[in-house]
Every structure is written in C-alpha cells, then in structure tokens.
C-alpha cells in the first residue's frame, strides 16, 4: 500500500498527464509559481551573474519537506507548458525542433514557398546558429524571421574545459542567460566510433541528492527539447563526429520533465540518427512517472539512480525517498520490466564509508532477487565535489562490493571515472564558474 506521504508526492506527479487547468497550487511563502521562481532567479542574477542559480528561500539540506515539493510543482507545470504544441510561425518560435513540414508551414504562412523550410531545417543540421547563417534563403525573409522573434535556438558556447582522456565539458549559455552544462565522452577501447554525450534536462535540480554537485545550487527551470538537441549538436561539432550515444545524466531529474524529454528523444533519433538502444534516461525516481515513460515504448535504457539498498540509508543521500519510498519505486521498476521488457539498471554512487560495505552489497543484492525484474548495477565510484563531506572510495572497496554482487549472480558493472580533471561531477563546473560571473552576458537572439 503506497503510504500517506507518497500519496502527497503522487498527485505532484500526476500532473504529467492532466491539463494544466486542472492542477491544484502549492501554497507557499515564497515560491507558489514558475513565474515567481523566474522572479527570484532574475534577482540573483542581477547581483551574482547568470550562472548562479540561487535555492528558493527555505529550501536547504536537510530532511525534504513541502517547500521541496513546492519546487517539484514548479517543474511539473513547467514540464505541462512545453507540452503544449505551438505554432510554428508564432513571435518567439525557435527553429530547432521543428520538423521540415512545420517548417514549410512557417515558410508558407510567412508567404514563402514550403521548400524553404527545408532549407532552413538542412541549415540547421548543418550547423547554423544564427539567421544570418541561412545563406540559402533571402536576405530579406531572414530579417522578417527576425522581427518576428524567430531563432536558430542554439546555445552559445561560454566555456569549455578537455580531461587528459579526452573528456570534454561544456558550459553552454542560453537565451535568458542561464548556463547548462553538456559532456562529450569519445571511446577509451577499440571502438573509436563511439562518442557519448551526456546532456542536461533541467537548469539545476529540484531534488537536493546530497553527493550532488548541481544539488548544491537551485533549480531555475526545466530545458525545453531543442535545448537538449543543442547540446549533443554541440558536442558533435566541438569533436568533429558523430554523437554516437546519449545518456539523461547530466544536471536535472529527466522524468520532472517528461514532455521536452521525450520530444528530444524523438528528434535525436530521427533527426541525429542515434538509435533508441543507444540512449539512457536515468532518474532518481518520481512517482507515477517510470509507467508514464513505460507508456512510450522505448527501446532505450531506464536507469534508477538508487545509491543505497535500504530507505534509511537512502533518505539520508536522496531526500526526496522520504515521499517515493525504495519499496514502491522497486514495485514501480518491476511493472515497468513487465509492460517493456526492458532490463533495468540501476545507478549506485559509491561513497567511501557511507554505502559501500559488503553488507549493503548484501542487502542491495537481496533487493534486486526480491523483484521480478531483469537488472544490472552500475557501480560509479563518486566524483569529489567541492565543499562536500563525501569521500571518494578506493579501488579494493568498490571491487569487493562488486564481488559480493557477482556471488549472488547480479550483473554488475564499475564505471571507468572519466575526465576528472575536467570537474567531471555533474553540476561541478558550472558551480564553479558561479564564483565568477559573466561578464560579457547579453541574451542570445
């Protein structure tokens, strides 16, 4: 039976699937809209730059409370607002994510002929980033396309940082000035065909895991689909290849989002050609939403983000577990199993001391026997973070907690860390670049 507290958090969530008029407010304080959080965020950014993302007033570490499920309201609305179809030619529209017939539309109610919109969409894929890079199509059309407020709606890159292996993070500015963070991951083995982008869904993150660099700051917002399209084109024209696969791993909970997530997954299949098996959505867990994107009959990888075998220990490290218990997120990976049939692997940051006893291997590997599900532990042992009491562990413990997976028949994994060097943690570079802010800072057009 789903508890009292999951109920409350439940029907957050469930507003991924119901109209917008119909979903009840949060009453806060302080934070009671999207509007009202953009407010908040627009003042930071007048006194610290635009790379900071400051928290809501009251939300802090700590045990989760309605203040943080005021914030996942946010998201949720936010996520219901981009599902909504706009029209291509309408003030404001981005080019990026249209399709070539909504395209041709705009050319045809801008009093074009359709052909030009496949010209603009080949210019996009090609890598154009402003109108003025459309040298195809009159001069004259592109300054219309301008006065109207249409754009490429490609980033512009703000920062960059390589690893000694080749990892390379970007930090990517968007139109209102909000900085995301994307990485390329280019093959370590024999298959040098393989590039890896790992992108964000979300301008920071609601969800405060506490070895988390981006749960450190706030959450601004969620990414609409061309945002996350942007990305990975970013990291195929900074490497100068094809993106090969793509991980929902970066800053920001996917499933809070799922909307724009899905939208993205849809384009970076059919218009980058990166092939559905090749592409992970990984999440800490949000109510009703796993069977949501079970709904969508991916062949792509679901990865819950777990990092503890017990909801003692997993209320510590996740907040939020404490309204999505372990035991109903278990039941929820087990029915999604039953309605793909897609095996489930499941993300376990090691922390040196906290969770990486063979006990809890026990404990993690009974777990997993208790479900009838297909799965796979991917055990990543924890990037440092600044400012963070978490320790990274050494390579004799992680081993021994694998071992003790593998005696139990549960397929495990160790992930190579990559690009360290490069403030590999998730959120970490962007946190540091907040120290400075921009100072060259103009929205993009």
Not at 18 to 41: H, I, M, Q, Y
Not at 60 to 74: M, P
Not at 307 to 316: C, G, I, M, S, V
Request: glycine residues 6%.
């Amino acid at each position: 039976m789903i508890s009292t507290r999951l109920r409350s958090f439940a029907r957050l969530s469930a507003r991924l699937s119901v109209p917008e008029t119909k979903a009840a407010r949060v009453k806060t304080e302080r934070c009671c809209s999207s509007a009202d959080a953009a407010t908040l965020a627009t003042e930071e950014q007048k006194q610290t730059g635009p790379t900071f993302v400051p928290r809501t007033d009251g939300i802090t570490d700590g045990k989760w409370d309605q203040r943080d499920e005021a914030a996942v309201d946010i998201a949720l609305q936010d996520a219901q607002k981009a599902a909504r179809k706009r029209s291509a030619s309408q003030p404001g529209t981005v080019l990026l994510g249209q399709t070539v017939e909504e395209l041709g539309q705009l050319a045809k109610d801008t009093g074009q002929s359709a052909y030009r919109g496949k010209q603009l969409y080949d210019g996009l894929m090609h890598g154009a980033r402003q109108l003025d890079h459309f040298n195809q199509v009159p001069k004259k059309w592109r300054e219309e396309l301008s006065e109207r407020q249409i754009s490429t709606g490609r980033s512009k890159l703000h920062h960059s940082v390589t690893a000694a292996d080749g990892t390379r993070k970007f930090l990517l500015q968007l139109h209102d000035g909000l900085i995301v963070e994307a990485v390329g991951i280019p093959a370590d083995d024999a298959d040098k065909s393989r590039l890896t982008a790992c992108v964000s869904s979300q301008v920071g993150c609601p969800m405060r895991c506490t070895f988390c660099a981006t749960g450190k700051g706030g959450f601004a917002r969620n990414l609409k689909a061309h945002e996350i399209v942007d990305q990975v084109m970013t990291v195929q024209e900074e490497f100068g290849t094809r993106v090969s696969n793509i991980v929902f791993m970066g800053m920001g909970e996917p499933l809070l989002n799922l909307p724009s997530v899905m939208r993205a997954h849809t384009m970076l299949n059919e218009n980058l050609g990166v092939g559905q098996r090749h592409i992970t959505i990984s999440t800490v867990g949000v109510p009703n939403a796993i069977m949501k994107l079970a709904s969508h009959n991916l062949q792509s990888t679901l990865a819950i983000s777990i990092h503890a075998p017990n909801q003692q220990l997993r209320e510590q490290l996740v907040p939020s577990a404490k309204v999505y218990p372990l035991e109903a997120l278990m039941l929820d990976c087990q029915e999604y199993f039953r309605v793909t049939g897609r095996r489930v692997t499941f993300e376990y940051t090691v922390l040196a001391g906290v969770n990486d006893t063979p006990i809890l291997a026990e404990q993690l590997a009974n777990l997993l026997r208790r479900f009838d599900l297909r799965s796979h532990v991917n055990l990543i042992p924890w990037n440092p973070v600044d400012e963070s009491r978490y320790k990274r562990p050494d390579k004799a413990h992680v081993r021994a907690f694998a071992a003790v997976l593998e005696k139990h028949r549960v397929p495990v994994s160790i992930r190579v860390s990559r690009g360290m060097e490069a403030a590999a943690a998730c959120g970490q570079l962007r946190n540091q670049h907040q120290k400075a802010p921009l100072q060259d800072f103009a929205a993009l057009t």
